[in-house]
């Protein structure tokens, strides 16, 4: 048979697909950073306030951490080698884990190489034909996705929506393992997952409660242990914990913790870990002075609930819209996507960094800039953000005066 001439030339395919992206406004151009990700970075050759990363604690480039990265990449080298399974697992990793174990008052944890693989890995692990998933509509795109691999039954449920989550798990009877999976914190909203609730009312249907806690890490609960500790669920073994390494940890990563069956299936089942080589031994080092610095002082959670609630509260007297977010992930909402990315194009002439959203990210008719406060903050910096939304929340017609 002769080949077609008719096939899409990779060119065309390249062009069209940019094409469609620049004409439905979709397409992305990132900013880019000129100085370390810190409260004050340099972008267009210009100092600005940085309010647009998930550093929640100031630990992308802090001191202790980097002192950590060193010595173990001296001590260690720069690359794990191989696959965790062949020959890659160093003594570091599991210390680490260990560490993470304890840390989260689960019996064992396992690292994976991201919170993106992690959702990969572990949902792949568990899922099988005759199980039933049931996902909140806002959850991460790594869940979306890791679901769209799984042969089990998949059912969506509206947003935080217990009166139809309960509806899906009497409809869907099964044998099989029964998942209810969220996020603990919403990264677009900024709200929790009403834990409280939700897991109870997993528990009557024998169904296990999975949490992605990729903004609720470092940031909830006691010491920044997360949001199924922040609802006292730690101890439960029908609630599986996710979540990431990069946010409020400052470095690289993703983690699964539970029962140590749980640990054992991941590393004989977890795709991502058994075909994908571990962590260098900087991002080890750099995670383990991250978890002892977090426990050893306080201020750093202090400082972020501080800052936050602060500038949450100098936001809504300015009369923005916040959307009730309850975490330091503050939305302001601008209505549709051109007046977000014309506002946050606006903070940034005034020296805010700051990220405009749109739909497909988020509904329409709520674009929005979102701020994510950090332990790093200072009042200067907050102040400044705050005077710049005002005025540029005037111009904009989105707040009065
Ligand atoms: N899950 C959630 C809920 C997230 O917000 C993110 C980060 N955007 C991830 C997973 C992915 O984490 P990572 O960046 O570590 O891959």
Same mark, same amino acid.
């Given at each position: ?8 030339r990779?060119?065309d ?19 880019v ?10 972008i267009?050759g ?9 550093n929640?604690?100031?630990?992308a ?6 002192e ?55 949902l792949?692990a568990?899922?099988?034909?005759g ?23 998949k059912?969506v ?18 044998d ?5 999976v ?35 890490s ?9 949001t ?14 996710? &979540? ?6 400052? #470095? %690289?990563? !993703?983690? $699964?913790?539970?029962?140590?069956d749980l640990?054992? +299936? /991941?590393?004989?089942?977890a ?12 991002v ?23 800052n ?15 959307? &009730? ?6 939305? #302001? %909402?601008? !209505?549709? $996507?051109?007046?977000?990315f014309?506002?946050?194009? +606006? /903070?940034l ?20 800039i ?10 200067g ?12 929340g ?8």
């Amino acid at each position: 048979m002769t080949p077609s001439l008719r096939a899409t030339r990779l060119q065309d395919r390249l062009s069209s697909e940019l094409q469609r992206l620049h004409s439905s406004g979709l397409y992305i151009s990132p900013r880019v950073l000129e100085a370390p990700q810190r409260a004050r970075t340099r972008i267009l050759g210009r100092e600005v306030v940085n309010l647009a990363s998930n550093n929640y604690l100031g630990f992308a480039d802090h001191p202790y951490l980097k002192e950590r990265a060193a010595a173990y990449l001296h001590q260690w080298g720069v690359g794990a080698g191989a696959v965790r399974t062949i020959a890659g697992t160093l003594k570091i990793h599991e210390d680490f884990e260990a560490q993470l174990a304890e840390f989260k008052h689960t019996g064992s944890a396992l690292v994976l190489q991201s919170g993106f693989t992690t959702n990969q890995g572990v949902l792949g692990a568990l899922l099988q034909d005759g199980d039933l998933v049931i996902s909140d509509e806002l959850n991460h795109a790594s869940i979306i996705d890791a679901l769209r691999l799984s042969k089990a039954t998949k059912r969506v449920f509206k947003h935080k929506d217990m009166t139809e989550l309960r509806r899906l798990l009497e409809e869907n009877p099964t044998d099989g393992l029964k998942l209810v999976v969220t996020d603990g914190v919403f990264s677009m909203d900024g709200d929790l997952a009403p834990l409280d609730q939700m897991v109870p009312l997993a528990r009557e249907f024998g169904a296990v409660t999975y949490v992605d806690d990729a903004h609720g890490s470092g940031v909830l609960g006691e010491q920044g242990r997360g949001t199924v500790h922040h609802f006292g669920f730690q101890h439960a073994h029908d609630v599986i914990q996710v &979540g990431t390494l990069s946010k409020a940890w400052g #470095v %690289i990563g !993703g983690y $699964a913790a539970g029962h140590p069956d749980l640990r054992d +299936l /991941l590393i004989n089942k977890a795709r991502p870990f058994l075909f994908s080589t571990g962590h260098p031994p900087a991002v080890v080092g750099a995670l383990s002075a991250a978890l002892e610095l977090v426990q050893r002082d306080p201020s750093f959670m202090q400082r972020l609930w501080d800052n936050t609630r602060s500038f949450k509260a100098e936001l809504t007297t300015l009369g923005f819209d916040l959307f &009730g977010s309850q975490t330091p992930i503050t939305p #302001v %909402i601008f !209505g549709e $996507a051109p007046a977000a990315f014309e506002a946050s194009r +606006l /903070l940034l002439e005034r020296g805010i960094f700051a990220v405009g959203l749109g739909f497909p990210t988020v509904p329409k008719g709520l674009a929005r800039i979102r701020n994510i406060v950090t332990a790093e903050h200072t009042k200067g910096d907050l102040d400044a953000a705050l005077s710049a939304y005002a005025a540029v929340g005037r111009e904009l017609g989105v707040i009065g005066g």
